[in-house]
Nanobody, 121 residues
Framework: QVQLVESGGGSVQAGGSLRLSCAAF????????MGWFRQAPGKEREGVAD???????SYADSVKGRFTISKDYDKNTLYLDMDSLKPEDTAMYYC???????????????WGQGTQVTVSS
């Protein structure tokens, strides 16, 4: 059974930092696509960053230069290091995973329960 368990959310002042973690169980971690998404109240879910098993990484324009996605293969854990946080980064953050297609976006059919990030001004 596939499980993604996020942790590390919390409340921080603008300019601060947080590290989100996503522990992954029950799937082919080494050949997967994994990503972070977020959803703020009243807004649609948006992709924040993702990483393919090939090592290719992509970021949303709104977080480039501030957020860093990484994977620890020994711990089967995905991370999102968030620096220079802004109030507009406030959202529920979700970890997602799926197999990696050769072309096109990953289907991201596995999701974690989410972890709340709140940034105050």
């Amino acid at each position: 059974q596939v499980q993604l368990v996020e942790s590390g959310g919390g409340s921080v002042q603008a300019g601060g930092s947080l590290r989100l973690s996503c522990a992954a169980f029950g799937f082919a971690y080494y050949t997967s696509c994994m990503g972070w998404f977020r959803q703020a109240p009243g807004k649609e879910r948006e992709g924040v960053a993702d990483i393919r098993y090939t090592g290719r990484i992509s970021y949303a324009d709104s977080v480039k230069g501030r957020f860093t996605i990484s994977k620890d293969y020994d711990k089967n854990t995905l991370y999102l290091d968030m620096d220079s946080l802004k109030p507009e980064d406030t959202a529920m953050y979700y970890c997602a995973a799926s197999f990696c297609p050769d072309y096109g976006p990953p289907p991201y059919n596995y999701w974690g329960q989410g972890t709340q990030v709140t940034v105050s001004s």
